[in-house]
């Protein structure tokens, strides 16, 4: 079987292709690649998810890290992705073996390996790592290896609560309701609010593998127990996080959905008005322009990444911008990590609506009448030979017109986008984490949005 890390990780079915021997063999090959690396300190972090058999996998992994000579930080829970960030760049780690596969169907796992840098490997690292696999001769044990037990929750709190104006939450009161999707969110972003005296209801804080027979993804049509807390309770927001708490949800006081893309213009907005950074923004290809509108109106640079945080990521460590979104729900802000955290997204939309004592909702309203509003939508297409082999043929074209629309630009930065005036367009891509195409679009109306995608659907199968 061949091993191949997407844009976050190496993800497979459980007792199909997940299983202990290819653990195994995951785990040996990245002992060699921190073995060939110079300055290695030989310490890696290892975690896990709430997923099944989380514990059981990161074990295997701990064991055998100890035994080839790396010092092994075990978490003693199931710790968010963004903690584990975290915990990298304050301890000067090599990085971290997490065990997640983030908002997958619960019968999915997955490997995360993270840089010193606390970001996502980039691809020039897990392509060694791939590369390790094919290593025929075993490694040898090494002296010096050990496991220690590690809780990465408190320093992590106590650093987000320096990213995050508490102050001015606490002042403004309100109520809020927060669902993990049985994740591993519990017991972080609602102890941050309770923690100081802010009115906090968590919905489903246990731990289910199955995840509520749902994938644990925080969009709209898996938060309806959230919906109805919120409007039952007059909530100011509801607020969700994905299983490994990398990815954000958000319910406006009145019930409304915040899409992702609503949501990373409206912070990019507010961040720039409050706290007075002057540098970019950065946005993957399938990401709303609404992003540009803004910056445009606030003067200030837009970037274009592919899809993959771990490209936003690189943006981050090197200051040039003052937030980074994707529209799969993962943001980051100067001064945090290079790695996508829900936790952070849902708390400053909740200072958002302090700092301005104004609901999410009348805010996002308020940025259309002085930007303009763009609808958005996505659809997934199985990705099986015959399609893969259109995609190839589709990927090279390069028409001059699509949908009736005159083309006036493409963009191969990943998959193919076709711009049109108005800043409609639409994206055609292979994701990096499932085996599907996605075909985006976004438009001026919800009914283009839905003809693009249609008219996409025909484009690639046709």
Known sequence: ??????????????????TFANVRNVTEAICRYLKSEPGSSRQLIVGHDTRFMGEAFSDVAAR??????????????PVPTPTVAHAIRSLKTDGAMNFTASHNPPEYQGIKFSTP???????????????????????????????????????YLEDLASKINFDAIEKAGGKFV??????????????????????????????????????????????????????????????????DSDRFGVIAHDGTFITPNELIALLTDYLAETRGWKLGVARSVATSHLVDRVAKAREIKVFETPVGFKYIGELI???????????????SIRGHYPEKDGILACLL????????????????????NRVGRLYSGRIGIKLDAE???????????????????KVLSTDRIDGVQFRFENDAWILLRPSGTEPVVRIYAEAESDDDVNKLL?????????
């Not at 200051?319 to 994707?326: A, W």
Request: overall charge negative; proline content about 5%; aromatic content about 6%.
């Open 317 to 331: 460590n090197k200051d040039e911008i003052i937030l980074g979104g994707e529209e799969s729900a993962g943001l």
């Open 1 to 18: 079987m061949s091993i191949k890390f997407g844009t976050s990780g190496w993800r497979a079915v459980i007792a199909d292709e997940f």
């Open 349 to 368: 939309a909740v200072e958002a609506v302090a700092v301005r004592q104004t609901p999410l909702s009348v805010q996002l309203r308020d940025l259309w």
């Open 178 to 243: 927060y669902d993990p999707l049985w994740g591993t969110g519990r017991g972080y972003l609602n102890k941050a609010l309770a923690d100081r005296g802010i009115s906090v209801e968590t919905l489903h804080d246990w731990r289910d593998v199955t995840f509520g027979g749902q994938a644990p993804e925080p969009g709209e049509e898996h938060l309806a127990d959230l919906k109805k807390a919120v409007k039952d309770s007059g909530a100011t927001l509801g607020l969700a996080t994905d299983g």
């Open 117 to 155: 840098d606390g970001a996502p490997a980039l691809p020039e690292v897990t392509g060694k790592i791939e590369a390790a696999l094919n290593e025929t001769v075993g490694l040898p044990d090494a002296d010096g290896g050990s496991i220690e037990d590690f809780d990465p929750k408190p320093g």
């Open 387 to 405: 399609v893969a082999a259109k995609l190839k043929e589709k990927l090279a074209e390069d028409p001059t017109e699509f949908a009736g629309r």
């Open 64 to 77: 055998l890290l100890a035994d080839k000579g790396i010092k092994v930080l075990r978490c003693t829970h």
């Open 454 to 462: 249609e008219e996409g659907r025909r484009y690639l199968l046709g």
